[in-house]
């Protein structure tokens, strides 16, 4: 699987995921307001969710969503768990930046980053974020004086799609410098939707007898 998550001591910014930038995915559905939790309704919506620059859709029911966002932090990562009416389990990463360069930046240098104009609309909003520490734009002048000079980083979108618990449990995993492991992250909202699908559940408790 793709080691998707952000390295936090790299400066390498995310791959654009959409020439389109008037595409809005309704993802924004399946991620809690700030500072609200989610909350398991055992409801069935339609979702949509994207990997790479492709839009998935799906019925089914959200079993867990948790994020790494702590204060302090300009990247981070969304994890959310679904299962389709079909029973196919979905797992859906979102590696959210919430950083602005100027577009001299060094770290940037040969990235093409969107403006505020070309962002979506479902990325983090200008005002909200956080000024890189390299190039440290005074955002709130840019925005009034030169809004072009400025650039964000894309967040990155990954989603896996398996017909069973086992092969969602697997297709968390990360390989990094050869070891494989499941991230805390990970590991902890494969717990939260064990709590809500036993599949899941006996898979999980599978795994750690093996
Ligand atoms: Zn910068």
Redesign the pocket.
């Known amino acids: 699987m793709t080691d998707y998550d952000y390295d936090a001591n790299s400066d390498a910014a995310p791959t654009p995921d959409m020439k389109d930038g008037t595409v809005v995915p309704s993802y924004v559905s399946f991620r809690p307001e700030p500072g609200e939790v989610f909350e398991y309704t055992g409801e069935l919506n339609e979702y949509e969710v994207m990997d790479g620059g492709r839009r998935l859709f799906f019925k089914g029911t959200q079993l867990a969503y948790l994020s790494s966002e702590r204060p302090g932090v300009s990247r981070w990562t969304d994890i959310s768990i679904f299962i389709t009416t079909a029973k196919q389990f979905i797992v859906n990463k979102i590696g959210v930046s919430a ?1 602005v ?2 577009s001299t ?1 060094s ?2 240098a040969n990235k093409t980053l969107p403006t505020p104009f070309t962002a979506h609309g479902t990325e983090i909003s200008i005002e909200d974020r956080d000024p ?1 520490p ?2 440290n734009p005074d955002v709130k002048f840019q925005l009034e004086n030169d809004p072009a000079s400025l650039r964000i980083e894309r967040d990155r979108h990954w989603t896996g799609v398996s017909s069973n618990a086992a092969g969602l449990i697997e297709s968390m995993y990360v390989t990094r410098n050869g070891t494989r492991n499941l991230p805390s992250l990970a590991a902890g909202t494969l717990e939260m939707a064990a709590r809500h699908n036993k599949d899941i559940h006996d898979a999980l408790m599978t795994t750690r007898v093996a």
Do not use: G, P, R, Y
Request: proline share 0%.
């Open positions: 950083i360069h100027l930046c770290s940037i890189c390299i190039c």
